[in-house]
């Protein structure tokens, strides 16, 4: 009986420390993401080119007739609104858009969130897995574990994990990244890019920030950008674009 209460009360005292780690978790998320700020904010209005809705995800939907979609991964502890001004002008050239809110706001917690946006719009017929810094590392995680589902992956300041190692998938891969005198900004980049494809698209930008590849306002350890948030949204634009529709 000693024996059986004791098991009661150390399930009970283990029970009572996952609540409080969760509840922790929630609150450091909550209190530690980049909100997203004005011209994100503004770039969330729906115009006479781009419908945009807020549900399970947030939707940039193109007035005209579609058959390509991007499904973007946040960073990590950024408001997944903050991407708002590069894929809203994405969407302005006729492909889908759709950012997939993550939970704690860390998409490492549901890599496989894609699936369900692919089940969503079944008229879609090439799909785009794209993500900003941890987003990224959780979009190569999709793309190792989903071969099939995606046909293009794009890392915006991004590098697989070394679990997901893309280096002998088919897939077509483009890596854009900011760089300071010609060295890439984020750390451990270019030991870390044969886990990409060989044939990966690497295009560096020069002057560019981690933090502005969004709009969030400064990161802690990042470069201080040399070239302008507008400036860098429309390079990103461009090149997602380019990539594509080559």
Same mark, same amino acid.
């Given at each position: 009986?000693?024996?059986?209460?004791?098991?009661?009360?150390?399930g009970?005292?283990?029970?009572?420390?996952? %609540?409080?780690v969760?509840?922790?978790?929630?609150i450091?998320?909550?209190? !530690?993401?980049?909100p997203?700020?004005?011209v #994100?904010?503004s770039?969330? +209005?729906?115009?006479?080119?781009?419908?945009?809705?807020?549900?399970?995800?947030i939707v940039?939907?193109?007035?005209? +007739?579609?058959?390509t979609?991007?499904i973007f991964y =946040? /960073?990590?502890? @950024?408001?997944?609104?903050a991407?708002?001004?590069v894929l809203?002008?994405?969407? +302005?050239?006729g492909v889908? @858009? *759709?950012?997939?809110?993550?939970? %704690?706001?860390?998409?490492?917690?549901?890599?496989?969130?894609?699936?369900a @946006?692919i089940?969503?719009? =079944?008229?879609i017929?090439?799909? *785009?897995i794209a !993500?900003?810094? %941890?987003?990224?590392?959780?979009?190569?995680?999709?793309?190792?574990?989903?071969? #099939?589902?995606?046909?293009f992956?794009a890392l915006?300041d991004?590098?697989? =994990? /070394?679990?997901?190692?893309?280096?002998?998938n088919?897939?077509?891969?483009?890596?854009?990244y900011?760089?300071?005198?010609d060295?890439?900004n984020t750390?451990?980049?270019?030991?870390?890019? =044969?886990?990409l494809?060989?044939?990966?698209?690497?295009?560096?930008?020069? !002057?560019?920030?981690?933090?502005?590849?969004?709009?969030?306002g400064?990161?802690?350890g990042?470069?201080?950008?040399?070239?302008?948030?507008?400036?860098?949204?429309q390079?990103?634009?461009e090149?997602?674009?380019?990539f594509?529709?080559?």
């Amino acid at each position: 009986m000693k024996l059986k209460k004791y098991f009661k009360i150390a399930g009970a005292s283990l029970a009572a420390i996952i %609540l409080l780690v969760m509840a922790g978790m929630v609150i450091w998320s909550k209190t !530690g993401t980049y909100p997203a700020r004005n011209v #994100a904010l503004s770039a969330l +209005e729906s115009t006479d080119k781009v419908t945009i809705t807020y549900d399970r995800w947030i939707v940039f939907e193109p007035a005209m +007739e579609i058959d390509t979609g991007i499904i973007f991964y =946040p /960073g990590g502890l @950024v408001e997944p609104s903050a991407y708002a001004p590069v894929l809203h002008a994405i969407a +302005e050239e006729g492909v889908l @858009v *759709v950012i997939t809110p993550m939970p %704690l706001n860390l998409a490492i917690f549901n890599a496989g969130a894609a699936n369900a @946006v692919i089940d969503a719009y =079944p008229q879609i017929t090439t799909w *785009v897995i794209a !993500g900003h810094s %941890l987003g990224g590392a959780a979009a190569a995680i999709y793309a190792e574990n989903n071969p #099939a589902a995606v046909d293009f992956i794009a890392l915006w300041d991004s590098y697989p =994990p /070394g679990s997901s190692d893309l280096s002998d998938n088919d897939i077509a891969a483009l890596s854009i990244y900011g760089t300071t005198q010609d060295v890439p900004n984020t750390d451990n980049f270019d030991q870390n890019r =044969p886990l990409l494809p060989a044939d990966t698209l690497f295009v560096a930008i020069e !002057g560019a920030s981690h933090a502005q590849f969004g709009d969030y306002g400064p990161q802690k350890g990042d470069v201080v950008p040399s070239i302008s948030l507008a400036e860098q949204h429309q390079r990103v634009a461009e090149i997602m674009l380019e990539f594509i529709n080559p």
